[in-house]
C-alpha cells in the first residue's frame, strides 16, 4: 500500500538534501512533485489542492527558513500534514452503556463485507469481548454460508435463521439478532447487510430500514481501497442515503496508491477506524494516522511492530532465551532458536514485519520477492533432528546431517549451512548480549584484530614475539661475527634497554659508507 507515493516523495526529499536555506523555487518544485505524487496516488482532486498549499505555507514559515536542514524539516511539515488528512487522532469503537453495542456493516457488494464481520469479531474477541454475527445479506449467493464458515474460523456465534439466497427478510433477522444477543448476553452484535453492484435506491432504503429497526452505536462503511477516487463517491452516497460513522478500508495489500484512504476522510468528514491488509482473519487492526503517514514516508511503523511481538512473544520464554545469550542459563540451543522463530511466524508474515522497519521501501523488491516457504524448510531441517542434536549442534557430523537432509526432504548443503549460520549467529548474539559489539566489525571491543579478542595480534606485539627470547644481534660480515663471539660477555639477564639491545650493547659496527645515504643525510651521522 503506498507504494507508489512514497517512491515519489522519496524521490522528491532527496533533491533537498545538501540545501542550507530553501529558495521559492525550490519551495515550488517540492510541491509540484508532491502534487503529482499525490495525483499519482489516485487522491481526489480538492483533497491534493487542499494539502499542497498548507504544505507550501508551513514550508514559507519560519520553522523552515530558521531550520538547520530544511529536508528534515519539510519532511516533518509532510508528516504532520498527512496525519491530519488521515484524521488526525485513531478514531476506537463506542461501546454502548447497556449491552450488546450493535455494529452495522453498509457498503457495496465485492467490497468485502462478510469476511470483514469476522476479521472484527476476531478482533473484538481479543479485545475480551463476546461478539455474535447476524447474517442479514440475504441478497447475494451463499452469503450466509460464508458468514457461517467465517464464523467457525474465528470462533464465534452466528445468528443465521434464514437460509439467504434471496430468501428471508433481512430486517426481521437483524432485529431479531439483537434480541438473541440480549438472551444470550453476548456484549457486541456485527450486523453483515447485503450489498449491490453499484448505488441505487433499493440498497439505500433496505439499509435504512436495518438502520432504523436495530439503531446501531456504529455504523461502519466497508470499501474497498482498490477503486480509488470512486470510492470516494460512493461513500458520499452512502453518507447522505443512510449515515455512517467510520470507514473500514480493505484489500490495502492489493492497492500500491492507497488514494481511497487519503481521500475519504478529507471528503466525508468520517475517520478511518479498521483497516484490512490481507486474507487471514488476523490481517485486521485499528488505523493509525500517525504510524500510516510514517509508513507512508518511509519512517518505519515501530509500535505496530511492538504490539504485535507483545502478542506472539511469550515474556518468560523470551526472559530464558536471553539469558542463555548471556552465559546464565546454559547454551541457547536449536531448540530455542526453533522456538523463538516459531514466535516471529505467529506475527505474520516477514515481509510485512521486515516492511514495518524504516528505510524498508529502499529494499521493497527483495521483500517483494521473499520466499515465506524458507522458514518452513528451516524448521524442517531442525524439527528432523534429534533432542540430542538440537542441544548439541556440534555433534552433528556427516552421517546424521544425510540422515536429517533426507528426513527433512533437503539436500546436505542446506543442513550444512543452517548449522553453520546458527554458530555464527550464535556467537554475533552472544557477544552483543555481553556488551562486547558485534563480531567481525573493525573499531568495535570484543572483534578480531583487536587487542585480547584472540584475532591476530597487532604489528607491534609480533615484532615484540618474534625477537623475545634471543641473543644479542650479529654483523652479517663473518669476519666480525667471529670478534663477536671472542669478545661477547656471558649474559646476566639484563633487561633491553629502551632501543631494543640486550644490556648497554650498542650492537654491531656498522660503517656508515655502506649504507650509501644521501650526502644530506650522512653528515648527521657520526664519523669512525
Not at 484490512?276 to 500517525?290: A, M, W, Y
Request: hydrophobic share 40%.
Amino acid at each position: 500500500m503506498f507504494a507508489t507515493l512514497s517512491d515519489r516523495l522519496a524521490d522528491t526529499f532527496k533533491n533537498l538534501r545538501g540545501k542550507g536555506r530553501l529558495s521559492e523555487a525550490d519551495i515550488d518544485a517540492t510541491a509540484r512533485e508532491i502534487r503529482i505524487a499525490l495525483l499519482e496516488a489516485d487522491v481526489a482532486l480538492s483533497v491534493v489542492k487542499e494539502f499542497v498549499a498548507a504544505v507550501k505555507e508551513r514550508a514559507r514559515g519560519e520553522e523552515v527558513s530558521g531550520a538547520l536542514n530544511p529536508a528534515q524539516q519539510v519532511v516533518k511539515i509532510v508528516n504532520e500534514e498527512l496525519v491530519t488528512i488521515l484524521g488526525g487522532e485513531t478514531r476506537r469503537v463506542r461501546f454502548a452503556k447497556n449491552p450488546p453495542t450493535v455494529i452495522m456493516l453498509a457498503g457495496l457488494q465485492g467490497a468485502g463485507k462478510t469476511t470483514l464481520a469476522a476479521k472484527l469479531a476476531l478482533w473484538l474477541k481479543e479485545q475480551g469481548k463476546s461478539p455474535m454475527l447476524v447474517a442479514a445479506d440475504l441478497q447475494r449467493p451463499n452469503a450466509v454460508n460464508q458468514l457461517q464458515v467465517n464464523g467457525e474460523r474465528a470462533g464465534v456465534t452466528v445468528y443465521a435463521p434464514e437460509p439467504g439466497n434471496g430468501v428471508g427478510d433481512p430486517v426481521a433477522v437483524a432485529r431479531g439478532g439483537v434480541a438473541e444477543a440480549r438472551r444470550t448476553l453476548h456484549d457486541v452484535v456485527i450486523v453483515d447487510t447485503a450489498g449491490r453492484l453499484g448505488v441505487d435506491a433499493e440498497l439505500m432504503q433496505q439499509a435504512a430500514d436495518i438502520r432504523d429497526a436495530v439503531e446501531p452505536d456504529e455504523t461502519l462503511f466497508v470499501v474497498d481501497a482498490m477503486i480509488g477516487q470512486d470510492a470516494v463517491a460512493t461513500a458520499q452516497a452512502f453518507l447522505d442515503g443512510v449515515g455512517f460513522d467510520g470507514v473500514v478500508l480493505t484489500k490495502l495489500d492489493g492497492d500500491a496508491r492507497g488514494g481511497a484512504a487519503l481521500s475519504i476522510r478529507s471528503v466525508t468528514g468520517r475517520p478511518v477506524m479498521f483497516a484490512s491488509n490481507g486474507e487471514k482473519l488476523t490481517d485486521f487492526d485499528l488505523f493509525h494516522p500517525d504510524r500510516m503517514a510514517s509508513r507512508i514516508l518511509d519512517l518505519g511503523d515501530m509500535l505496530t511492530l511492538i504490539e504485535q511481538a507483545e502478542k506472539s512473544f511469550d515474556a518468560d520464554q523470551a526472559a530464558k532465551a536471553a539469558a542463555k545469550l548471556t552465559g546464565q542459563g546454559g547454551d541457547f540451543t536449536l531448540e530455542d532458536f526453533l522456538e523463538q522463530m516459531q514466535a516471529v511466524r505467529k506475527m505474520g508474515s516477514l515481509s510485512k514485519i521486515l516492511g514495518m522497519l524504516p528505510g524498508a521501501g529502499q529494499i521493497r523488491d527483495q521483500l517483494e520477492n521473499f520466499d515465506e516457504r524458507e522458514i518452513d524448510r528451516i524448521q524442517a531441517v531442525i524439527l528432523s533432528m534429534t533432542p540430542a542434536e538440537r542441544a548439541h549442534p556440534k555433534m552433528i557430523d556427516g552421517s546424521r546431517r544425510a540422515r536429517i537432509a533426507k528426513g527433512s526432504g533437503t539436500q546436505v548443503s542446506d543442513v550444512n549451512q543452517l548449522v553453520d549460520r546458527f554458530f555464527e549467529a550464535r556467537k554475533m548474539m552472544q557477544s552483543m548480549a555481553r556488551g562486547g559489539g558485534m563480531p567481525g566489525m573493525p573499531g568495535m571491543p570484543g572483534m578480531p584484530g583487536m587487542p585480547g579478542a584472540g584475532g591476530r595480534r597487532p604489528k607491534a606485539k609480533q615484532q615484540a614475539k618474534k625477537g623475545k627470547g634471543k641473543g644479542k644481534r650479529v654483523s652479517g660480515n663473518p669476519a666480525k661475527r667471529a670478534e663477536q663471539s671472542k669478545a661477547a660477555p656471558p649474559s646476566t639477564g639484563a633487561p633491553a634497554n629502551p632501543f631494543g639491545t640486550p644490556g648497554g650493547d650498542d650492537g654491531p659496527d656498522v660503517d656508515p659508507a655502506d649504507l650509501q645515504l644521501p650526502d644530506e643525510l650522512a653528515k648527521f651521522l657520526p664519523r669512525q
